[in-house]
């Protein structure tokens, strides 16, 4: 069992409440899954990677799949042993340290709002162009069709030699530091499966359930090639922050008046409410930005977030804290945590060698970072009882 016990500064001094364990495993994969839309990775994201490398987007997306079951094997294991409605910087931070788990959670905070800003633009943009009498999502993959009958191209020309429409209006090969920049991009729009992790504390029996719901999870989001609801994928994308941002509220990240807000959870429905209309707020500021700098943005989360977690079940089955009876624990280890790492570094790479979007991504993120553990140290640390992931849900007083 995890062995660190939270203890937020004054914990006395503000309400926290507990999420309602109602959730079937089904329901949280339904969740997950919704989360998961390829329509998504198609329209937005996929257009994205598409504008920039052409045919390249097959070969990188293919990459991406290989990418997406790697995460999910790792996710799935410290999602077993660590579900709690913080994620990654839970398991992270109960393995690693406090200040490490802190540097995990400061990337998906500031990621969260970009992350539902892209949903938000490509929901908003199909639905201004609907034709009445024709689904979008239907043309789109008629059309697809369509080009697959008739290729101009044999399926090997272009996964081995992807082209590209140039600057003087003409197809050429394509770099190779732009595939590299795709790649990155094209592994975030096909990863997924740990937020199921937010939802644990909804789970019944999480450690027993957690590991299964996240690989099938993200095994089928990987492979589905059925469009599912990009707009359910917004709904489900916010309630996903919002119960990260409850767990900040809970876990005594911001002055205390911030963090009774965000964990109040509603009497009757169990939604922390609050955190849901802040991750909104968060989501419609973001959307003042272009879509481009949204997506170059938020996929610098892969290489943070696969590097963090797959060190995390590293050293967590050295520990015997991931993987333990009664926990998911993934086939033919430590494979799964060194290809995590080797990615993590790879993609890194790949982003240092990008002077427009890659290196600017990576870095602003890791300011982020910087500023987020700047905060633990000069803060959080120097609170009485000091702070560490709270592993344990806190007692049941429902309000608002």
């Keep these: 069992m995890p062995h660190l016990v939270s203890v937020p500064y004054d914990p006395e001094a503000f309400v926290t409440n507990q999420l309602h364990r109602k959730l079937s495993s089904f329901g949280v994969l339904l969740l997950t899954l919704s989360c998961l839309s390829p329509v998504l990775s198609i329209?937005?994201?996929?257009?994205?990677?598409?504008?920039?490398?052409?045919t390249g987007a097959a070969i990188v997306f293919i990459c991406g799949?290989?990418?997406?079951?790697?995460?999910?094997?790792?996710?799935?294991e410290?999602?077993?042993?660590?579900?709690?409605?913080?994620?990654?910087?839970?398991?992270?931070?109960?393995?690693?340290?406090?200040?490490?788990?802190?540097?995990?959670?400061?990337?998906?905070?500031v990621t969260q709002g970009s992350s539902n800003a892209i949903l938000a633009k490509t929901v908003a943009t199909y639905v201004c162009d609907l034709v009445p009498a024709a689904s979008p999502v239907m043309v789109t993959f008629v059309a697809l069709g369509a080009g697959l009958?008739?290729?101009?191209?044999?399926?090997?020309?272009?996964?081995?030699?992807?082209?590209?429409?140039?600057?003087?209006?003409?197809?050429?090969?394509?770099?190779?530091?732009?595939?590299?920049?795709?790649g990155v991009s094209a592994a975030y729009a096909t990863t997924g499966g740990n937020q199921a992790i937010a939802f644990g504390e909804e789970l019944a029996e999480p450690h027993r359930h957690m590991g299964g719901v996240i690989l099938l999870a993200g095994l089928i989001g990987?492979?589905?090639?059925?469009?599912?609801?990009?707009?359910?994928?917004?709904?489900?994308?916010?309630?996903?922050?919002?119960?990260?941002?409850?767990?900040?509220?809970?876990?005594?990240?911001?002055?205390?008046r911030v963090n009774s807000m965000l964990a109040k959870v509603h009497r009757s429905?169990?939604?922390?409410?609050?955190?849901?209309?802040?991750?909104?707020?968060?989501?419609?500021?973001?959307?003042?930005?272009?879509?481009?700098?949204?997506?170059?943005?938020?996929?610098?989360?892969?290489?943070?977030?696969?590097?963090?977690?797959?060190?995390?079940?590293?050293?967590?089955?050295?520990?015997?804290?991931t993987g333990q009876p009664g926990y998911w624990r993934s086939l033919l280890f430590p494979l799964a945590p060194i290809l995590g790492l080797l990615l993590a570094v790879a993609f890194g790479i790949a982003d240092l060698l990008d002077a427009d979007a890659g290196r600017p991504s990576l870095l602003l993120l890791g300011a982020m970072i910087a500023a987020g553990l700047l905060w633990h140290h000069f803060v959080l640390r120097r609170r009485e009882g000091g702070w560490v992931?709270?592993?344990?849900?806190?007692?049941?007083?429902?309000?608002?």
């Design 78 to 109: 410290l999602g077993s042993a660590y579900p709690y409605a913080g994620g990654d910087y839970v398991g992270v931070g109960s393995i690693l340290g406090p200040w490490v788990g802190f540097a995990s959670l400061t990337v998906w905070a």
């Design 149 to 182: 009958a008739h290729p101009a191209r044999s399926l090997a020309a272009v996964v081995l030699h992807p082209t590209t429409l140039g600057v003087t209006g003409t197809m050429g090969p394509v770099a190779m530091a732009a595939m590299a920049l795709a």
């Design 389 to 400: 992931p709270r592993v344990e849900s806190a007692p049941a007083v429902l309000i608002d």
């Design 269 to 321: 429905t169990g939604a922390p409410r609050a955190a849901t209309w802040a991750v909104g707020l968060l989501a419609a500021a973001c959307c003042l930005l272009d879509t481009h700098a949204l997506v170059v943005f938020t996929s610098g989360l892969t290489v943070y977030c696969l590097g963090l977690v797959s060190f995390a079940v590293l050293v967590g089955r050295s520990r015997r804290l």
């Design 65 to 76: 799949i290989g990418v997406a079951v790697v995460w999910a094997v790792v996710y799935a």
């Design 222 to 256: 990987a492979f589905a090639t059925a469009p599912l609801a990009v707009f359910n994928a917004l709904i489900v994308g916010i309630m996903f922050a919002a119960r990260l941002f409850f767990s900040f509220g809970r876990d005594g990240i911001f002055h205390r």
């Design 43 to 54: 329209y937005a994201i996929g257009s994205d990677v598409l504008l920039h490398v052409g």
